[in-house]
T-cell receptor, first 107, second 116 residues
Framework: KNEVEQSPQNLTAQEGEFITINCSYS?????LHWLQQHPGGGIVSLFM???GKKKHGRLIATINIQEKHSSLHITASHPRDSAVYIC?????????FGDGTTLTVKP | DGGITQSPKYLFRKEGQNVTLSCEQN?????MYWYRQDPGQGLRLIYY???????QKGDIAEGYSVSREKKESFPLTVTSAQKNPTAFYLC???????????????FGPGTRLTVL
């Protein structure tokens, strides 16, 4: 069992839909990251969380430290949101990554 | 602008050749990392360096080598001993503040290496 589990593995949505991607982890962490990887490979760091909730535009990330769970929400999804979303947890300066969730938003 | 630069974005090499991937950061971070990503798999740690002139093996270091002669640079060499070098390579860095390593990792854009 991976230390970081993401669900779903693949997600297809219609433009405008509200999207949730989940991340559960089984190790102690100091921070959790949500990354976005577009086709072609470039990775963008979306959020770094250690507690609570963060919002950036249409993206919202939450974390529950007690339950070892985080969610990434996308409101009013758009085809340009199509990408792989990766959850990573870090502790003592090293990160462990989930396998990613491939999101496809259709117009 | 501060950040991490990896070049080139795409790299092609013939089998049997060594190839060096560049990673430069101007964030004044002490720690730097190299990860590898294979299709359908998560990122795995190859090497990391906490300070200049020091580096440690990660989970999959075989067939790779690194150097850390300067704080801002952490090049990764994929040697001919690496049996499956075709992959996406991601560099990251994190600060060391007041003697304490922090967990905020900043990621470069990555290099996609294809060995023909």
């Amino acid at each position: 069992k991976n230390e970081v589990e993401q669900s779903p593995q693949n997600l297809t949505a219609q433009e405008g839909e509200f999207i949730t991607i989940n991340c559960s982890y089984s190790v102690g962490i100091s921070a959790l990251h949500w990354l976005q990887q577009h086709p072609g490979g470039g990775i963008v760091s979306l959020f770094m969380l250690s507690s609570g909730k963060k919002k950036h535009g249409r993206l919202i990330a939450t974390i529950n430290i007690q339950e070892k769970h985080s969610s990434l929400h996308i409101t009013a999804s758009h085809p340009r949101d199509s990408a792989v979303y990766i959850c990573a947890v870090s502790n003592a300066g090293k990160s462990t990554f989930g396998d990613g969730t491939t999101l496809t938003v259709k117009p | 602008d501060g950040g991490i630069t990896q070049s080139p974005k795409y790299l092609f090499r013939k089998e049997g050749q060594n190839v060096t991937l560049s990673c430069e950061q101007n964030l004044n971070h002490d720690a730097m990392y190299w990860y590898r990503q294979d299709p359908g798999q998560g990122l795995r740690l190859i090497y990391y360096s906490q300070i200049v002139n020091d580096f440690q093996k990660g989970d999959i270091a075989e067939g790779y080598s690194v150097s850390r002669e300067k704080k801002e640079s952490f090049p990764l060499t994929v040697t001919s001993a690496q049996k499956n070098p075709t992959a996406f390579y991601l560099c990251a860095s994190s600060p060391w503040t007041s003697g304490k390593r922090t967990d905020t990792q900043y990621f470069g854009p990555g290099t996609r290496l294809t060995v023909l």
